[in-house]
C-alpha cells in the first residue's frame, strides 16, 4: 500500500502526502483529516510532531502560489511548496493573484469577477496544446500594419502568431471565417527585417532565401508557389491568403490587413 517511505498517495482525497518526519500509518483507506495528521507520529523524528507539522501546497509552475489539490505535512516547507492554496492554474506560471488581468479568456488574476477587456474588434479562442496546457490566439478583425498589429499583440502578453505545423495551419486559416465571418489575408508573425532571412516574433529564423530557399532548421513553412519573392523590392512581412488553406505571400509591411496574435504555452 505504501509505494516510498516518503510519498503517499491517498486517491479518495486526490492529494499526493509528503511525509519526512515520521512513520507512517500502515492502513491509508480509512484516511481523513484526522488520519492524515496522524501519519505524522513524533517518535522517528523529535524535531517534527503531529503537533507543530502543518500542511504546505505544491506550486508546481513556481510563481509562489500553491494548488490545493496537492499538499504535504512537514514542519518545513519542501522543496516545490508553499504555505498558500491561491493558484487558480498552477500550470501556468502567469495566471495567479498578483497577474494583470488579460484578454485571453482565461482567468489571469485568479478573482472570477474580474472581466477582462480585449483590443478592439479581438476575439481571444483557446485550443488545448498537445502538451496538455491550454494556447489562446487573438482573432484581430481590423486592419493594421505589420508594426501596428505587433504592438497589440505585444499589448497583451503575446506574440504575432507563429505557425509551427501543418495543423497548427490549417486550424488558423479555417478559424479566420469564424472569427472574421470571411477569410481575409491575415498578418502572421513572419518577417524579414534581414532580407531573405524569415524570423517569427520570437526571432526565431525558420526560412533562408526566396521561393527557391531553404527552411531553417528543417522549421515548418507554407509559402505559396513563387513565394517569398520581395515583389517589388519591399515584401518584407508575411500574411496567410485568402485562399482556404491560406498559404503565405510576402507583401509590404506598411498594408492594413487583420491578424493573429498567440500566446505561447505553458511549459
Ligand atoms: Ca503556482
Ligand atoms: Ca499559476
Ligand atoms: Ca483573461
Ligand atoms: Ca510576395
Known amino acids: 500500500m505504501i509505494s516510498s517511505p516518503r510519498l503517499q498517495l491517498l486517491p479518495h482525497l486526490s492529494l499526493l502526502v509528503l511525509l519526512s518526519c515520521g512513520e507512517h500509518s500502515s492502513s491509508l483507506d480509512e484516511a481523513d483529516a484526522s488520519a492524515v495528521d496522524a501519519m505524522v507520529t513524533p517518535d522517528a523524528d523529535p524535531g517534527c510532531t503531529a503537533d507543530i507539522a502543518q500542511t504546505?501546497?505544491?506550486?508546481?509552475?513556481?510563481?509562489?502560489?500553491?494548488?490545493?489539490?496537492l499538499v504535504a505535512i512537514d514542519c518545513t516547507a519542501p522543496e516545490g511548496f508553499v504555505e498558500n492554496d491561491n493558484d487558480c492554474d498552477d500550470t501556468d506560471s502567469r495566471n495567479n493573484p498578483d497577474a494583470p488581468e488579460i484578454c485571453d479568456g482565461l482567468d489571469n488574476d485568479c478573482d472570477a469577477a474580474t472581466t477582462e477587456t480585449c483590443p478592439d474588434n479581438c476575439l481571444p479562442q483557446l485550443t488545448m496544446s498537445p502538451n496538455g496546457g491550454t494556447k489562446v490566439y487573438l482573432f484581430c478583425n481590423q486592419g493594421?500594419?505589420?508594426a501596428a498589429a505587433a504592438t497589440v499583440c505585444e499589448g497583451e502578453s503575446m506574440e504575432m502568431v507563429r505557425v509551427d505545423d501543418l495543423e497548427e495551419q490549417s486550424y488558423l486559416s479555417a478559424q479566420r471565417v469564424i472569427a472574421f465571418g470571411v477569410r481575409?489575408?491575415?498578418?502572421i508573425g513572419a518577417s524579414d527585417p534581414i532580407e531573405n532571412t524569415w524570423v517569427w516574433a520570437d526571432g526565431?529564423?525558420?526560412?533562408?532565401?526566396?521561393?527557391n530557399g531553404t527552411p531553417i532548421d528543417d522549421l515548418f513553412n507554407f509559402w505559396r508557389a513563387g513565394e517569398p519573392n520581395d515583389g517589388g523590392n519591399n515584401e518584407d512581412c508575411a500574411l496567410m491568403l485568402d485562399s482556404p488553406n491560406g498559404r503565405w505571400d510576402d507583401r509590404p509591411c506598411g498594408l492594413g490587413r487583420r491578424f493573429i496574435c498567440e500566446r505561447s504555452e505553458a511549459p
Open 56 to 69: 504546505f501546497f505544491a506550486d508546481q509552475d513556481g510563481d509562489g502560489y500553491g494548488s490545493p489539490d
Open 144 to 146: 493594421l500594419t505589420h
Open 184 to 187: 481575409p489575408e491575415t498578418w
Open 204 to 211: 526565431t529564423g525558420f526560412w533562408q532565401g526566396r521561393a
